[in-house]
């Protein structure tokens, strides 16, 4: 996935959330790092329309 912009938090062992945002849509992925191989838990991409961008709860992609 490409964007303009990537923050990853990692708790060593446990997880790892990154975030990439760019023009018109955030993407969130949650990854386990208990076992192995790493697996994906959560995947979700949420598309802005318009000027939604400034508003709390953006409309959900599917």
């Known amino acids: 996935m490409h964007g303009n912009r990537e ?28 076992s192995r191989p790493e697996y994906t838990v959560h995947l979700a991409k949420m598309v802005y329309s318009g000027d939604e961008r400034s508003k709390a709860y953006p409309t959900m992609y599917r």
């Open 7 to 34: 923050v990853t938090e990692t708790e060593p062992g446990l997880f790892r959330r990154t975030e990439i945002s760019g023009d018109g849509y955030r993407v969130f992925s949650l990854t386990s790092l208990v």
